[in-house]
C-alpha cells in the first residue's frame, strides 16, 4: 500500500503529468509544477511517513534550487517536519513567514498552525487567527474551519463563541467545517436549534465523520419523537438559562482543609459544554476519598461505568495532582462507528465545599486531556455528597454548579513542555503579581512584579523551556488574595 502512494505520488511530480497543463502557446515550466504539487502535499500529508517524505523532497531537490515563494515555503517546511530540534524550527519558521508574508497560500495557513501550536515561535493564538483569516483571504477553506474551530472550543487565548465559530463555518466549503456546522445546528450552539437542517447538511457532506454521525442523529431524532418525556442528560443538551440558577445553593467556593475532605461519596462526573452553560453528559460515579496530612497525599478509589480507578495525588492547598489518573467515556459525537469511546487523562481536581438545600456537596473541577484528539477537555466537574446523605440533584442544580467558576486562572496548555499561557480577567484595577514555583523542588520564577493593572482580561506568556519537569503552581496575587492554580511540566 505504501509503495502504491509512493508511485502515486512520484507520477504527479512526473515531468509526462506536467506537459497535460500546457498548451503549444504557454510557456512550460515543469518545475513551477513540480513545486507547487509538493507544497500541495507537504501541507497535507505533515505526518507522512519518513520515507514518502524523503522521495517527495528529493523529486525535487532540483528545483529548489530555484529562487521562489514554492522554494521558500518548502525549505521552511521540510524542516519542520524532518527535525524536532528547536533551532531547525526556527529557522523554517522564518521562511515560511517570508513565503506568507507575500502572500504565498501554502504558507499563510501553515504559519497560523505554528503561532497556534508555538512550533518554532512562542505560542501566539491572536497570530495564528491574523494569519489564518489571510488564509481565508487568498482562497483556503480548510483555513476558515480552523479559525471556526478554535471559537468553538476556547482553545489557547481565544475567548470561546459559538456566534463567531457558525459564521466561519457556514462560508466555509471545507468538509469538516460543514461537519461541525451540522453539529451546531442539531445543538442549538450560536444558531437556534434546527435538527432538519442538521441532516440536511450531514447528507450532503461526503465523509465517512458525518455519514456516523447522521446515523446517530437520526436513530436519536426517532427516540426523541417516540418518547414524549423528559429528555434524558446523556442523550440530549439541556440548555442553561441564566434566570434559572437553583436557588437552593449557597456558600459556594468556601475554603476548607483537605483534612476534612477524607470520605465516601456519591455523585455525578458532570461534562459541561465548551460554554459551560449545557450539560452533555452525566455519569453516575462513586469515590473513596483518603488523606494522609502526613505525606500530603490523597488516596481515591474511583467507580464509574462499572470500572475502579484508584491511586494517588499530591495536595496543593485545595487541590490535588494525580498520575495515571484515565477516566475512559462514551463519546458525544460517532463520527468512527468502531470507535465510541473518549479517553481523559485527569491531571489534577480542584475542590471546593458548597451547600445545597441542608447538604454538604464538594465540588471537583477537573483539569484534563482528551487523548483522542490531544486538546484540553471542556468543563468537567465531580458533583459528589457523602455516601450517607442523598439530596436530590436536579439538572438545574447540576447547572448552578456547573456555571460557578471557581478557576480564576486559566493556563495552556496543560501540561506544557515550553511556552505557557497564562489568563485572568479582573473585575476592577489591582496590584497585580504573578510566579511560577516547583511544588516539589525550590525553584520560583516571577512572571511579573507587583504593580497596578487595569481591569479586564490579561494574558501572560511564560517560557519554560528551561524548567525541569515535574509539578508546579502558577499563582496570581490580586490584591491581597493569591490565587492558585497547578501545572504539569512535561
Known amino acids: 500500500m505504501k509503495k502504491q502512494k509512493l508511485l502515486i505520488i512520484l507520477l504527479l511530480l512526473g515531468n509526462l503529468l506536467f ?83 507575500q502572500n504565498y497560500l501554502y504558507a499563510t495557513s501553515f504559519l497560523g498552525d505554528l503561532y497556534r501550536y508555538g512550533t518554532g515561535v512562542s505560542l501566539n493564538f491572536d497570530e495564528a487567527l491574523f494569519w489564518y483569516e489571510k488564509a481565508v483571504e487568498l482562497g483556503d477553506e480548510k483555513a476558515a474551519f480552523k479559525i471556526g474551530y478554535l471559537y468553538l472550543k476556547g482553545l489557547g487565548s481565544v475567548q470561546q463563541d459559538y456566534f463567531k465559530a457558525v459564521k466561519w463555518f457556514e462560508q466555509s466549503k471545507y468538509p469538516m467545517a460543514k461537519h461541525w456546522l451540522a453539529i451546531c445546528y442539531y445543538e442549538g450552539y450560536g444558531v437556534k436549534r434546527n435538527t432538519e437542517k442538521a441532516i440536511d447538511i450531514l447528507k450532503k457532506n461526503k465523509i465517512i465523520n458525518s455519514k456516523t454521525l447522521l446515523t446517530q442523529f437520526q436513530e436519536e431524532i426517532i427516540s426523541e419523537h417516540t418518547n414524549s418525556s423528559q429528555v434524558d442528560t446523556d442523550s440530549f443538551v439541556q440548555v442553561y438559562n441564566e434566570n434559572e440558577k437553583n436557588n437552593n445553593i449557597s456558600s459556594t467556593n468556601q475554603h476548607f482543609y483537605m483534612s476534612d475532605i477524607s470520605n465516601k461519596y456519591k455523585g455525578s462526573l458532570v461534562v459541561y459544554d465548551w460554554s459551560g452553560k449545557h450539560i452533555v453528559q ?146 476592577e484595577n489591582a496590584i497585580v503579581s504573578v510566579a511560577i514555583r516547583g511544588v516539589s523542588n525550590n525553584i520560583r520564577k516571577n512572571i511579573t512584579t507587583s504593580s497596578e493593572q487595569s481591569k479586564g482580561n490579561k494574558l501572560h506568556t511564560l517560557d519554560g523551556s528551561e524548567l525541569p519537569s515535574g509539578l508546579y503552581v502558577v499563582s496570581v496575587m490580586v490584591n491581597d488574595t493569591n490565587h492558585n492554580k497547578l501545572i504539569i511540566k512535561e
Not at 45 to 72: F, R, V
Not at 378 to 392: G, R
Not at 396 to 420: H, R, T
Request: proline share 3%; aromatic share 10%; hydrophobic share 35%.
Open 19 to 101: 506537459s497535460k497543463f500546457t498548451t503549444a502557446q504557454e510557456v512550460y515550466d515543469p518545475c513551477a509544477y513540480k513545486l507547487d504539487m509538493t507544497a500541495a502535499y507537504l501541507t497535507v500529508n505533515q505526518n507522512a511517513d519518513s520515507e514518502i517524505i524523503d522521495q517527495i523532497s528529493k523529486a525535487a531537490e532540483e528545483c529548489l534550487k530555484n529562487q521562489s515563494l514554492a522554494t521558500t515555503y518548502i525549505k521552511g517546511i521540510l524542516l519542520i517536519i524532518k527535525n524536532s530540534d528547536n533551532e531547525n524550527h526556527e529557522k523554517g519558521f522564518e521562511l515560511i513567514k517570508s513565503a506568507a508574508e
Open 282 to 427: 452525566s455519569v453516575p460515579i462513586q469515590l473513596d476519598l483518603d488523606y494522609d496530612a502526613y505525606d500530603e497525599t490523597l488516596d481515591y478509589k474511583l467507580i464509574i461505568n462499572e470500572e475502579t480507578i484508584q491511586g494517588e495525588g499530591l495536595v496543593y492547598d485545595t487541590s490535588a495532582s494525580f498520575q495515571n489518573f484515565n477516566i475512559s467515556m462514551n463519546r458525544k459525537y460517532l463520527d468512527q462507528s468502531s470507535n465510541n469511546k473518549v479517553d481523559l487523562s485527569v491531571f489534577s481536581i480542584n475542590f471546593t465545599k458548597n451547600s445545597f438545600e441542608d447538604f454538604n456537596i464538594i465540588v471537583g473541577t477537573l483539569e484534563g486531556h482528551i487523548n483522542n484528539w490531544n486538546e484540553p477537555c471542556a468543563l468537567t466537574k465531580m458533583i459528589l455528597h457523602p455516601f450517607s446523605d442523598n439530596p436530590n440533584l436536579s439538572n438545574e442544580a447540576l447547572l448552578a454548579f456547573g456555571a460557578q467558576n471557581d478557576s480564576f486562572i486559566k493556563l495552556y496548555p496543560n501540561p506544557f513542555v515550553k511556552d505557557l499561557l497564562i489568563q485572568y480577567e479582573l473585575e
